[in-house]
Nanobody
Framework: QVQLVESGGGLVQAGDSLRLSCAAS????????MAWFRQAPGKERELVSR????????HYADSVKGRFTIYRDNAKNTVYLQMNSLKPEDTAVYYC?????????????????WGQGTQVTVSS
């Protein structure tokens, strides 16, 4: 069972950048579909971005396209989310998720493994 540990969150101003990291305990990390979700207070958890296990195909929510980049380093068992041009509406707890079998999953229900979350707060 893979364990995920996120880091890199914090308090920044609008327009700043942050890079989130998610380190996985599993040596077969390359077999996992990886994703970043976020959840703001009073809102449902939503997909921010995902990256495939096979060919690093990526997908982004419309709200972050052109500003966020997901990438993975299988040698380090880590997936990253580079967030640029941050906006106050990006404020949320960001969660890393992983799954062995899902393909192109967009719903949080299809991911089996989750990190504890990291808070991102963007002030205006």
């Amino acid at each position: 069972q893979v364990q995920l540990v996120e880091s890199g969150g914090g308090l920044v101003q609008a327009g700043d950048s942050l890079r989130l990291s998610c380190a996985a305990s599993e040596r077969t990390f390359s077999n996992y579909e990886m994703a970043w979700f976020r959840q703001a207070p009073g809102k449902e958890r939503e997909l921010v971005s995902r990256i495939s296990r096979s060919d690093d195909t990526t997908h982004y929510a419309d709200s972050v396209k052109g500003r966020f980049t997901i990438y993975r380093d299988n040698a380090k068992n880590t997936v990253y989310l580079q967030m640029n041009s941050l906006k106050p509406e990006d404020t949320a707890v960001y969660y890393c998720a992983a799954d062995l079998t899902v393909v192109a999953g967009t719903s949080p229900q299809v991911y089996d493994y989750w990190g504890q979350g990291t808070q991102v707060t963007v002030s205006s």
